[in-house]
């Protein structure tokens, strides 16, 4: 990296905010009791507030300041991230909560507000430092925009900002104009636009993994990285949000924002230092190198999906999202998207970046994945350094090991720093850091207009695209799996594959792996790779001399014998191929999918290579092998 700024440059957040009121409009609903409350409760926790800090509250719900502070109190209960309540803590906090109600149409409302603010600023000794957090839809922006110019906001005295959520438009041209609408009231260095996922740990420490590591800063390019992937799926369907996701869709709800953000972080230059403005602007030059897809490339690079019925992990049925509450049942939206992009600037032209999100998928998890060219002189794979962002919070090199022994064998093997293990930090909700930076007038972690802009342009050819042609394979993915197959082919067209994380408790699903060692357990899971089929796929042939064995995670598969007979199924959690690797036999029926399926494939030879050190486990599997194909010949 050119220059590397000291973190030391950086004040430590070890003191107290400034001083300052936060006034929430749309205090009433959602957001505040969920995430605001909690998160202003972790910073009195953490002795992060200032003596001089109050919260008045407005809200279309008429209440007084007493009924708030109930109400508040009450949902705290429910909503804070801690395991108890600090009663101390929170009394202090609560004598600080106001609260006045009014419609947003109501000018004589907002003047009330605005009265309000006045006096407990000056009774707080908070005056000076107003912070005013809009929680409410974005379909009132304009109209509160305006309310709060005209009771007196936007000429407050000292320091003001105002913070708005997502969804931040829903194209290129509604972000503009919203844009324009916070610009006719406000400066942009008062605007603060918040993205959730820079409130998270692990994204933050991207920039710190970037800026105080400098081993990694002269790899850090297109001649040594092969590509980078990154992964935000969800197990969890549209749940009660079928209205605001039907007009929305994954590339507006997740790419446009989360996704690109993470790009940025990733691959921007490395800033000069970490002055805010200096940061936002490696990240918005980032987005600009971003090439811009036509209608070709749309059609090449990109896949969309929609889950239909399925299975979540636990077993339970779930229905297709066309079948969810206040989604059409005609539907065109796209509930998972995947899409591969190239950023045309020096250090990165050649290089595919691949995201990818969705819904109603096997797994919950954010992943970046750094997979660097293989070059080592002894062989081996590429190595990768992944940035396990939720729910398992970690960075991990892969690379390739010596095994123990007196010959010179490879074996894949990880390096970790597992968050859980390194830190005893309370768990928040990601709001904490960001309503302590926005109090100091740190905009780092927020978004600027031309961020915003540059990332609906990046999207709006694919909007464009799926907007005026409709799916003609959906639902083209069953709830719970990983996916269209489409995904797998964007991937495997260049040559590449997508990486699943897996982690011990999907294969803890087999009996052949319940008894298994944990180092076993560790050493097979780096060794699995994913293959996904469609329905009608033979995944091994009657009599191939082939060894690799599968593990069936999702879908169901049919063994055939010599005369087309089907001997057996295959389901869910279960092994097959298992003979031709552990006791060296041409494979004895062919198995082909029935429907479509999501396997982890072992190869043969690093299966024996791992077991060699597990003889107890060894015979163990040959034993419940022989026992499963002993059945199998009796039924
Ligand atoms: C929100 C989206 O921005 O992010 C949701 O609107 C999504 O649809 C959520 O579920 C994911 O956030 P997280 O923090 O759970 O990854």
Redesign the pocket.
């Known amino acids: 990296m050119d220059s590397e700024p000291s973190p030391a440059r950086r004040p430590e957040r070890t003191a107290a905010a400034a001083s300052g009121v936060l006034v929430i409009v749309g205090a009433s609903g959602d957001l505040t009791k969920r995430l605001l409350m909690p998160a202003v409760y972790n910073l009195a926790c953490d002795g992060l507030l200032p003596e001089a800090f109050a919260i008045v509250g407005m809200g279309r719900e008429p209440m007084t300041t007493a009924e708030f502070r109930n109400q508040q109190r009450a949902e705290i209960g429910r909503f804070k991230t801690r395991v108890t309540l600090d009663e101390r803590r929170w009394q202090w906090l609560e004598s600080r909560l106001h609260y006045t109600g009014g419609e947003f149409n109501d000018p004589a409302a907002f003047a009330r507000l605005k009265a309000l603010v006045d006096d407990v600023a000056a009774a707080s000794g908070a005056a000076g430092n107003t912070l005013l957090y809009l929680a409410i839809s974005p379909d009132f922006f304009g109209l509160v925009n305006q309310q709060l110019d005209a009771a007196g906001f936007t000429g407050l005295a000292g320091q003001k900002r105002i913070i708005v959520e ?1 969804p931040f438009g829903k194209d290129l041209a509604s972000a503009q104009s919203l844009n324009q609408t916070l610009l006719d009231h406000w400066r942009e260095e008062e605007i603060y636009r918040i993205d ?1 996922y820079l409130g998270k740990e692990t994204v933050q420490n991207l920039l710190a993994f970037r800026l105080a590591n400098g081993m990694f800063a002269p790899l850090w390019d297109a001649r040594h990285i092969d590509h980078i992937q990154i992964s ?1 799926t ?1 197990t ?1 369907g549209v749940e009660t949000r079928g209205g605001y996701y039907d007009k929305t869709g994954v590339v507006r ?2 790419l446009q924002n ?1 996704l690109l953000q993470m790009l940025a972080y990733v691959c921007m230059e490395p800033p000069s230092s970490l002055d805010p403005g200096v940061i936002r602007d490696a990240k918005s030059d980032l987005l600009r190198s971003v090439r811009l897809l036509n209608r070709t490339d749309v059609e090449r690079d990109c896949v969309r999906g929609q889950y239909g019925a399925g299975l979540r992990v636990d077993g339970e049925a779930v229905v297709g999202y066309r079948e969810e509450p206040a989604v059409d049942p005609d539907s065109n939206t796209e509930t998972y998207a995947a899409i591969k992009l190239h950023i045309d600037n020096d250090r990165w032209a050649g290089m595919p970046v691949y995201l990818r999100s969705g819904k109603s998928l096997w797994k919950r998890g ?1 992943e970046i994945v750094v997979q660097f060219k293989p070059t080592a002189p002894a062989g081996g794979p590429g190595n990768q350094l992944i940035f396990h962002i ?1 729910p398992f919070q970690a960075v991990e090199i892969r690379m390739q090991a010596k095994r123990p022994g007196p010959t010179f064998m490879l074996q894949s093997a990880g390096m970790r720093f597992d968050y859980a293990e390194t830190f005893e930090a309370a768990r928040g909700t990601g709001y904490e850091v960001l309503l302590f930076s926005a109090l100091n007038g740190d905009p780092t972690l927020f978004s600027r207009t031309d961020f915003v802009e540059t990332s609906w342009q990046i999207v709006q050819p694919v909007l464009d695209a799926w907007r005026e042609s409709r799916a003609g394979d959906y639902p083209n993915y069953a709830a719970g799996t990983w996916g269209p197959l489409a995904a797998g082919m964007l991937l495997s067209r260049d040559g590449r594959r997508w990486h699943e994380s897996l982690n011990r408790a999907v294969l803890a699903r087999s009996p052949f792996f319940t008894a298994a060692p944990v180092v076993l357990l560790n050493n097979l899971l780096l060794a699995f790779q994913p293959l996904a089929v469609e329905a009608g796929t033979a995944v091994v042939e009657r009599g191939d001399l082939k060894s690799e064995m599968y593990f069936v995670c999702r879908g169901e598969l049919e063994a055939v014998g010599e005369a087309g007979e089907v001997l057996g199924r295959i389901r869910e959690g279960e092994f097959f191929g298992e003979m031709a690797v552990l006791f060296d036999r041409p494979r004895s029926a062919t198995v082909r999918a029935t429907r479509p399926c999501d396997l982890l494939v072992l190869d043969g030879g690093d299966f024996r290579r791992i077991i060699q050190d597990f003889p107890e486990a060894d015979a163990e599997f040959r034993r419940l092998a022989a026992e499963r194909q002993a059945a199998r010949r009796e039924a």
Do not use: G, S
């Open positions: 997502k959730h935000a969800e969890v709800d997740m989360h954010t939720q």
